[in-house]
């Protein structure tokens, strides 16, 4: 079982001649990592500019969301930030690249803010969530955020594509963490 809440997957692929096949998902394989979530819903985004950036983006208790994320084509570098209030790796951020040729997948639990900027062209994401969407419980952190300061691998001087929304989600400072400590630090990815 791993401590650390944020889990780095990388499904094993069976190859040959034709290609691969891989599980990307089984229940009992998950649980032997500790992650016991029931997943009830799976979205799929389509984001076309290179360096479009979406987060950092929750959703609050009652209808708080865990997320299983993969890119399917392109490439992704996904990120998760501890919003749990007390943890001592509160606003603290951990960052892997996903793509379709790697096959790696992030598990982001609950009060863990969840971001990811596209590195190419026309970048699908599929996510698996453990609740449906609830727009009174939708929320975030600016995702240029100082006191958080993801590493975003943007070229100098660019900007991301961004929504109107990520634009003005609040800074940590400024935001109330109704997500509970769990006793497991966030810890670098393996």
Known sequence: M?????????????GDARGWFTEVYSEPAFAGLGIDERF?????????PKFTLRGLHFQTPPRAQAKLVRCVRGRIFDVAVDVRQDAPTYGQWVGAELSADNGRQLFVPVGFAHGFLTLEDDCEVIYKVSDTYAPDCDGGIR??????????????????ELSPKDVALPLLADFVSPFP???RPLAPLA
Do not use: M
Request: hydrophobic share 30%; glycine share 4%; charged share 20%.
């Open 2 to 14: 791993n401590e650390n809440p944020v889990q780095l997957i990388e499904p094993k692929r069976h």
């Open 40 to 48: 009830v819903q799976d979205n799929h985004s389509l984001s076309r």
């Open 143 to 160: 995702w240029n955020d100082p006191q958080i300061a993801v590493d975003w691998p943007l070229p100098p001087g660019a900007q991301p």
């Open 181 to 183: 400590y769990d006793g």
